[in-house]
């Protein structure tokens, strides 16, 4: 069979995907702030169910929806220069391990690969990223202090107040969580979507999308798996990033110990359920196209 040769064009594949996450980002936003109030609330270990009553009883089911002028920015710009960075890095990767190929096949190491292009290319992707989180954070929590008009308006207000510099001091912490985050998402994925494509008996197997289905399950497994292992790491991002810098003194160290010794270690499994169910479900939204893309205009990384 004459294999059909696979074109390489990751602006197509970055544009569709960063556009298909802020489709999903706009729909599980409820969710972000629901996990958002979860992780703020001091005084009790609160549920989903919860955590969603906390803010519809009280305040209104608009609420729910507070900050989401932040989508654009904060979804497409990110995932899709993320999504364009890691295939292009994978381009280059795989043709520097083109020496292992055996009887014209790739190297199984290059499943390797993801350990390594995925944290840099979140690494390059993240700082479109922390000045908008750090803004719908805040706005989430609907305030008086961070009553934000809009976007821009929310942004400066930080810079005069804190400094600018105060929409970036998250970043390592950003870094540890979503480098880690992203890191075990791809991999899990590239994994499971080796596996599912190897019990294919066509020989392009890696001309082929997955099925609508398998890309779902390799998606939610994936991604479920990594959102638990940094959600620690999340809870303290929220913590920080709700310091108001100009009252008070930034201080990971400070934050950690107060929760722990007020409200014990079950503080930072806070939101958890939330945190799994929304980027397990938001990453349908953009996994699937992604992949769908990927196998008319990306990198395999095995065969």
């Known amino acids: 069979m004459t294999e059909k040769k696979q074109e390489f064009n990751p602006l197509l594949v970055a ?13 599980m936003f409820p969710f972000d702030t629901i996990g958002t109030r979860i992780k703020a609330h001091k005084s009790e270990f609160l549920g989903m169910k919860q955590g969603y009553d906390l803010i519809v ?14 989508t654009v920015m904060g979804s497409f710009i990110p995932y899709g220069s993320y999504f364009l960075a890691y295939e292009y890095m994978n381009y280059y990767a795989v043709k520097l ?10 190297s199984k190491l290059n499943l390797l690969i993801p350990l390594i292009t995925s944290p840099l290319a979140e690494a390059l992707s993240v700082i479109t990223y922390i000045p908008f989180d750090t803004l719908r954070t805040r706005m989430q929590m609907n305030v008086p202090e961070y009553n934000y008009k809009g976007i821009f308006s929310g942004l400066m207000e930080i810079s005069r107040k804190e400094g600018w510099i105060r929409l970036f001091q998250a970043s390592y912490l950003y870094m540890a969580s979503v480098v880690v985050y992203t890191t075990f998402q791809m991999w899990f994925y590239e994994l499971l979507r080796y596996e599912i494509l190897r019990q294919r008996t066509d020989l392009t197997i890696h001309n082929q999308s997955l099925a609508l289905h398998q890309s779902i399950i390799a998606t939610m497994v994936s991604t479920a798996l990594a959102a638990a292992i940094v959600n620690p790491v999340d809870f303290i991002i929220t913590r920080y990033q709700l310091v108001d810098s100009s009252q008070q003194q ?3 160290k400070s934050l950690v110990l107060e929760a722990w010794h007020q409200e014990g270690k079950k503080a930072f499994l806070k939101g958890l359920g939330t945190r799994v169910f929304q980027c397990s479900l938001f990453s349908i939204f953009y996994f699937p196209v992604y992949d769908h893309f990927k196998s008319k205009y990306g990198i395999t990384l095995a065969d």
């Open 15 to 27: 544009f569709y995907s960063g556009l298909a996450s802020m489709v999903g980002d706009m729909v």
């Open 250 to 252: 930034l201080s990971v």
């Open 57 to 70: 009883k009280n305040e209104g089911f608009k609420y729910l929806f507070k900050g989401f002028s932040t």
């Open 97 to 106: 391990t083109k020496g292992l190929e055996k009887d014209g096949e790739k």
